[in-house]
Protein backbone atom coordinates (compact mmCIF):
# COMPACT_ATOMS: atom_id res chain seq x y z
CA UNK A 1 0.00 0.00 0.00
CA UNK A 2 1.65 2.91 -1.41
CA UNK A 3 1.69 6.59 -0.09
CA UNK A 4 0.34 8.55 -3.17
CA UNK A 5 -2.81 5.92 -3.51
CA UNK A 6 -3.71 6.06 -0.31
CA UNK A 7 -4.49 9.82 -1.22
CA UNK A 8 -5.66 9.07 -4.16
CA UNK A 9 -8.02 6.97 -2.64
CA UNK A 10 -9.62 9.70 -0.59
CA UNK A 11 -9.24 12.52 -3.21
CA UNK A 12 -11.43 9.93 -5.05
CA UNK A 13 -13.41 9.17 -2.97
CA UNK A 14 -14.42 13.05 -2.22
CA UNK A 15 -14.85 13.73 -5.94
CA UNK A 16 -17.01 11.12 -6.57
CA UNK A 17 -19.28 12.47 -3.45
CA UNK A 18 -18.98 16.15 -5.15
CA UNK A 19 -16.83 17.24 -2.15
CA UNK A 20 -12.87 18.80 -2.24
CA UNK A 21 -10.88 16.99 -0.46
CA UNK A 22 -11.62 19.92 2.56
CA UNK A 23 -15.23 19.57 1.97
CA UNK A 24 -14.50 15.62 3.01
CA UNK A 25 -12.48 16.81 5.70
CA UNK A 26 -15.20 18.85 7.20
CA UNK A 27 -17.85 15.97 6.49
CA UNK A 28 -15.71 13.80 8.81
CA UNK A 29 -15.75 16.24 11.16
CA UNK A 30 -12.02 17.35 10.81
CA UNK A 31 -10.53 20.23 10.31
CA UNK A 32 -10.94 21.44 6.61
CA UNK A 33 -7.10 21.49 6.07
CA UNK A 34 -6.51 17.62 7.00
CA UNK A 35 -6.39 16.39 3.65
CA UNK A 36 -4.83 19.12 1.77
CA UNK A 37 -2.11 18.82 -0.94
CA UNK A 38 0.33 20.59 1.19
CA UNK A 39 -0.17 18.26 4.11
CA UNK A 40 0.85 15.32 2.39
CA UNK A 41 4.53 15.40 3.01
CA UNK A 42 6.38 16.99 5.80
CA UNK A 43 8.79 20.60 5.02
CA UNK A 44 11.99 17.76 4.61
CA UNK A 45 9.94 15.96 1.94
CA UNK A 46 9.02 13.14 3.85
CA UNK A 47 5.83 11.47 3.41
CA UNK A 48 3.18 12.09 5.77
CA UNK A 49 0.28 9.56 5.90
CA UNK A 50 -3.40 10.57 7.29
CA UNK A 51 -4.03 9.27 10.57
CA UNK A 52 -5.94 5.89 11.11
CA UNK A 53 -8.26 8.09 13.36
CA UNK A 54 -9.06 10.40 10.29
CA UNK A 55 -9.70 7.17 8.16
CA UNK A 56 -11.74 5.61 10.35
CA UNK A 57 -13.82 9.11 10.43
CA UNK A 58 -13.92 9.21 6.63
CA UNK A 59 -15.28 5.89 6.16
CA UNK A 60 -17.98 6.72 9.11
CA UNK A 61 -19.30 9.47 7.44
CA UNK A 62 -19.16 8.47 4.10
CA UNK A 63 -21.00 5.20 4.98
CA UNK A 64 -18.23 2.91 3.10
CA UNK A 65 -16.53 0.32 4.92
CA UNK A 66 -13.09 -0.33 5.41
CA UNK A 67 -12.81 -3.31 2.17
CA UNK A 68 -14.70 -0.45 0.20
CA UNK A 69 -12.19 1.53 0.66
CA UNK A 70 -9.12 -0.47 -0.15
CA UNK A 71 -10.47 -1.29 -3.76
CA UNK A 72 -10.38 2.25 -4.22
CA UNK A 73 -6.73 2.54 -2.95
CA UNK A 74 -5.48 -0.83 -5.70
CA UNK A 75 -7.17 2.11 -8.37
CA UNK A 76 -11.00 0.98 -8.35
CA UNK A 77 -13.75 4.05 -8.40
CA UNK A 78 -16.10 5.34 -5.61
CA UNK A 79 -19.15 4.83 -7.93
CA UNK A 80 -19.57 2.19 -11.00
CA UNK A 81 -17.75 2.22 -14.01
CA UNK A 82 -19.39 5.11 -16.46
CA UNK A 83 -19.73 7.68 -13.57
CA UNK A 84 -22.41 8.93 -11.35
CA UNK A 85 -25.11 8.34 -14.05
CA UNK A 86 -24.97 4.69 -13.92
CA UNK A 87 -25.40 4.74 -10.31
CA UNK A 88 -28.37 7.21 -10.10
CA UNK A 89 -31.67 7.20 -8.38
CA UNK A 90 -33.67 9.96 -7.66
CA UNK A 91 -34.52 10.35 -3.85
CA UNK A 92 -37.11 13.10 -2.05
CA UNK A 93 -35.69 16.61 -1.41
CA UNK A 94 -37.55 19.30 1.29
CA UNK A 95 -36.44 22.39 2.89
CA UNK A 96 -35.66 21.46 7.20
CA UNK A 97 -37.77 24.04 7.94
CA UNK A 98 -40.40 22.36 5.65
CA UNK A 99 -40.02 19.02 6.94
CA UNK A 100 -42.10 19.74 10.46
CA UNK A 101 -45.12 20.14 8.35
CA UNK A 102 -47.97 17.69 8.40
CA UNK A 103 -47.99 14.84 5.40
CA UNK A 104 -44.48 14.58 4.89
CA UNK A 105 -43.34 11.73 7.10
CA UNK A 106 -45.08 8.31 7.83
CA UNK A 107 -45.34 6.97 11.72
CA UNK A 108 -42.30 5.55 11.09
CA UNK A 109 -40.19 8.37 10.05
CA UNK A 110 -40.03 7.79 6.15
CA UNK A 111 -40.84 10.22 3.93
CA UNK A 112 -44.44 9.92 1.93
CA UNK A 113 -46.65 12.42 0.28
CA UNK A 114 -46.49 13.74 -3.18
CA UNK A 115 -45.08 17.18 -2.03
CA UNK A 116 -41.45 16.49 -2.12
CA UNK A 117 -38.89 17.63 -4.88
CA UNK A 118 -36.86 15.06 -6.57
CA UNK A 119 -33.04 15.06 -6.94
CA UNK A 120 -30.60 12.43 -8.89
CA UNK A 121 -27.64 11.43 -6.62
CA UNK A 122 -25.38 8.23 -6.70
CA UNK A 123 -26.70 5.17 -5.46
CA UNK A 124 -27.16 5.04 -1.89
CA UNK A 125 -27.93 1.72 -0.01
CA UNK A 126 -31.12 2.47 2.23
CA UNK A 127 -34.62 2.46 -0.24
CA UNK A 128 -35.76 5.29 2.12
CA UNK A 129 -32.99 7.76 2.40
CA UNK A 130 -34.03 11.61 1.78
CA UNK A 131 -32.72 15.15 1.16
CA UNK A 132 -33.20 17.70 3.41
CA UNK A 133 -31.93 21.43 2.78
CA UNK A 134 -30.52 23.30 5.61
CA UNK A 135 -31.97 26.74 6.68
CA UNK A 136 -30.49 28.50 9.74
CA UNK A 137 -26.77 28.33 11.08
CA UNK A 138 -26.90 26.19 14.14
CA UNK A 139 -24.25 23.69 12.64
CA UNK A 140 -22.38 26.25 10.86
CA UNK A 141 -19.45 25.76 10.05
CA UNK A 142 -19.92 22.14 9.51
CA UNK A 143 -23.22 22.55 7.66
CA UNK A 144 -24.42 26.13 6.28
CA UNK A 145 -27.42 27.87 5.36
CA UNK A 146 -28.24 26.29 1.64
CA UNK A 147 -26.64 22.97 2.25
CA UNK A 148 -28.27 19.86 1.29
CA UNK A 149 -27.76 16.65 3.43
CA UNK A 150 -28.87 13.24 2.45
CA UNK A 151 -30.17 11.43 5.61
CA UNK A 152 -30.59 7.69 6.09
CA UNK A 153 -33.62 6.18 8.33
CA UNK A 154 -31.47 2.56 8.16
CA UNK A 155 -28.07 3.88 9.15
CA UNK A 156 -26.97 3.04 12.41
CA UNK A 157 -26.31 5.99 14.55
CA UNK A 158 -23.57 6.49 17.29
CA UNK A 159 -22.26 8.88 19.93
CA UNK A 160 -20.88 12.25 17.50
CA UNK A 161 -23.11 11.15 14.57
CA UNK A 162 -25.16 14.13 12.93
CA UNK A 163 -28.55 13.71 12.69
CA UNK A 164 -31.79 14.72 11.63
CA UNK A 165 -34.09 14.72 15.09
CA UNK A 166 -38.03 15.38 14.34
CA UNK A 167 -39.76 15.60 17.63
CA UNK A 168 -43.77 14.03 18.41
CA UNK A 169 -44.67 18.03 18.55
CA UNK A 170 -43.20 18.68 14.81
CA UNK A 171 -40.27 20.57 15.25
CA UNK A 172 -37.12 19.35 13.24
CA UNK A 173 -33.75 20.10 13.85
CA UNK A 174 -30.22 18.99 12.69
CA UNK A 175 -27.57 18.29 15.36
CA UNK A 176 -25.16 16.15 16.83
CA UNK A 177 -25.95 13.48 18.75
CA UNK A 178 -23.94 13.94 22.23
CA UNK A 179 -25.30 11.42 24.30
CA UNK A 180 -28.26 8.59 24.32
CA UNK A 181 -29.30 6.37 27.43
CA UNK A 182 -32.55 4.50 27.92
CA UNK A 183 -34.59 7.82 28.33
CA UNK A 184 -33.02 10.72 27.00
CA UNK A 185 -31.71 11.83 23.93
CA UNK A 186 -28.85 15.08 24.11
CA UNK A 187 -28.32 17.08 20.83
CA UNK A 188 -25.07 19.31 20.15
CA UNK A 189 -25.54 22.40 18.17
CA UNK A 190 -22.33 22.40 16.29
CA UNK A 191 -22.41 26.31 16.37
CA UNK A 192 -21.80 27.77 20.00
CA UNK A 193 -24.32 30.83 19.80
CA UNK A 194 -27.16 28.22 19.98
CA UNK A 195 -29.04 26.00 22.38
CA UNK A 196 -28.15 22.14 23.23
CA UNK A 197 -31.33 20.40 23.38
CA UNK A 198 -32.09 17.14 25.43
CA UNK A 199 -35.54 14.87 25.07
CA UNK A 200 -36.90 12.67 26.19
CA UNK A 201 -37.44 9.37 24.37
CA UNK A 202 -41.29 9.96 24.53
CA UNK A 203 -40.58 12.79 23.30
CA UNK A 204 -38.68 12.04 19.93
CA UNK A 205 -40.43 10.75 16.39
CA UNK A 206 -37.78 10.05 14.94
CA UNK A 207 -33.58 10.37 14.74
CA UNK A 208 -32.04 10.14 11.38
CA UNK A 209 -28.33 9.68 10.66
CA UNK A 210 -26.77 12.28 8.11
CA UNK A 211 -24.66 10.05 5.81
CA UNK A 212 -23.65 13.13 3.29
CA UNK A 213 -23.93 16.61 2.83
CA UNK A 214 -23.01 18.91 -0.25
CA UNK A 215 -19.93 21.61 0.18
Known amino acids: MKHDDIWRALDTLAAERGL ?17 PSKRSMPDGRHRWPSTESLAKVLNSTGINLADFTTLVNGARALPAGGARAGQ ?11 GGEGFFDDGGYPIGGSWDEISLPEIGDPNAYALEIS ?11 DMVIVAPA ?14 EGEVMAKQLARRSARRVELRSLNPAHQDYSFDLAEVAFMHRIIWASQ
Not at 155 to 168: H, M, S, Y
Request: aromatic share 4%; net charge positive; no cysteine.
Open 20 to 36: SPSGLARLAGLDPTTFN
Open 89 to 99: RRIPLIGLAQA
Open 136 to 146: GDSMEPVFRDG
Open 155 to 168: APIRRGDRVVVRTR
